[in-house]
């Protein structure tokens, strides 16, 4: 039989904590939300912005969590089932149990940050490194103080890979989760203007990210971006942090893992790359110049790791883009259908350049256009105007045919865009739906981006539903 992802004994152990009752499952999962938690689960109650755990402790348990983490007891828990009660706020418990994990792991750690396409890399290297070996990563985006742990705690005993995606929006808030984390490769993807308005420039931004290298195992790699403009800064804190290795990739001379050439299909882009003076050709499962970089820093991240490199670049083939991240659909509309690339989940200058880049190179059909539907970029300080007009040079560069916007910070762009451009500007995401699905036609293929908070996943899911809701109030 199996070992079990934890026991009781080891909890104790790690947590400090008082067991009440006895344990009658395998705790072979760990779980913060009870909407996911499975049978043998450990439910640790952790306190969000909204509720505390403690709420939903027995209905976990009753659910067939095998275990819950608390800091106070009541009746009702102990009825539902077994506890483990620790002293504090219970993610002090989680964090815990993911420096057990951690110290108990034979795996090699990656720790993956950078303003742009940190997620994508993280799901590229789990895909690409589990031919090499058993591959634990975060799900998700789960790059923060409690995304982290739990992360950790998920991971199995007989891990060979594990990656770690580490989010930040202010200074100081990577330090402490990577020195849970404890990597042997440092992966910084790049370094753009996202999340500005909490930092007085990029070079600060730098700085903070740079906070993932003070976490490495002694003998440890930094992975950098040879062509970001931070790249010398990043390399010489590296130096001073006595990181001994440093593994570059980009287009740029002097890169370890050097770009030779690329080139777009309808189902990905083929790669040539030179490492150690041997060319490498391979094909990554996703179009876009911005997917090639990320599988630059895959190579570079399995040359530090001393893996097969040839053996992770064949595993790029596998790569498929995630929910509001670059997947495409072909939706119904009149006699003929159009393309819907779903890159909503986040957006920033830098990926909308690259996004707008990736529309304009994607085949239109006969009678189609290159159209783009784009919500606000959010966190960019007293600059957002400023980089919200800089798109229009984007958008033309692309050869985008037609624009829909929303939201506040957009509304300054389609005032700026030449008229031939503009299709329509609404106030949210919700009022755009119905002025965008008329407009829309068999050939079209369609841009949904926008940040997080704008909303234009609702753009997308009614498009994909195919009954969008009617035009309303929006200003053309």
Do not use: C
Request: glycine share 12%.
């Amino acid at each position: 039989m199996a070992e079990p992802l934890w026991t009781s004994d080891e909890l104790v152990a790690a947590t400090a904590g008082r067991m009440m009752g006895d344990v009658a499952l395998p705790l072979n999962g760990v779980s913060i939300d009870t909407r996911s938690t499975a049978p043998g689960d450990i439910f640790v109650a952790i306190k969000g912005e909204r509720h505390d755990g403690h709420e939903f402790v027995a209905a976990a348990l009753k659910a067939g969590a095998g275990l819950a983490v608390v800091s106070h007891v009541s009746d009702e828990m102990t009825a539902a089932g077994p506890l483990l009660v620790v002293d504090g706020d219970p993610l002090r418990g989680l964090e815990a149990m993911a420096r057990a994990s951690r110290a108990r792991s034979q795996a090699q750690i990656i720790a993956v940050t950078g303003s742009v396409g940190k997620t994508s890399t993280k799901e590229m290297l789990k895909t690409a490194l589990s031919a090499s070996g058993a591959t634990h990563a975060s799900a998700a985006s789960y790059n923060n103080h409690w995304g982290v742990p739990l992360t950790l705690a998920r991971m199995a005993r007989d891990t060979a890979y594990g990656v770690f995606e580490i989010g930040m929006n202010h200074a100081g808030e990577i330090r402490p989760l990577v020195k849970l984390v404890r990597p042997q490769v440092a992966l910084i993807t790049t370094v753009e203007a996202v999340h500005s308005e909490f930092f007085p420039d990029i070079g600060a931004i730098a700085d903070a990210k740079a906070e993932i290298l003070e976490g490495l195992e002694p003998g440890g790699a930094a992975v950098l971006n040879r062509d970001n403009a931070m790249f010398e800064r990043l390399a010489a804190r590296a130096k001073t942090l006595g990181v001994a290795r440093v593994v570059s990739f980009g287009g740029q001379a002097g890169a370890t893992v050097l770009l030779k050439g690329h080139s777009a299909f309808a189902g990905g882009s083929t790669v040539e790359a030179e490492l150690g003076g041997k060319r490498l050709d391979y094909t990554v499962g996703i179009a876009g110049a911005h997917w090639v970089m990320n599988s630059l820093a895959v190579l570079a991240v399995a040359h530090a790791l001393g893996a097969d490199v040839a053996e992770v670049a064949a595993g790029l083939a596998e790569i498929a883009p995630l929910k509001g991240r670059g997947q495409r659909h072909w939706v119904p509309i009149g006699a003929g259908t159009f393309e819907l690339i779903d890159d909503s989940y986040n957006a920033s200058p830098a990926s909308m350049r690259a996004a707008l880049q990736t529309l304009g190179a994607s085949p239109a059909g006969a009678q189609g256009r290159h159209v783009a539907a784009l919500g606000d970029m959010l966190e960019l300080g007293e600059r957002s105007r400023e980089l919200h007009l800089a798109l229009a040079a984007d958008l033309i560069a692309a050869g985008v045919d037609l624009v829909f916007t929303a939201g506040p910070r957009m509304r300054a762009l389609h005032d700026h865009l030449p008229p031939a451009l503009r299709g329509a500007h609404a106030a949210t995401a919700g009022d755009l739906i119905g002025r965008l699905h008329h407009a829309l036609r068999g050939g079209d293929v369609l841009l949904v981006k926008g940040s997080n908070g704008s909303r234009m996943g609702k753009v997308v899911e009614a498009l994909l539903a195919g009954t969008p809701a009617p035009a309303r109030a929006a200003n053309g």
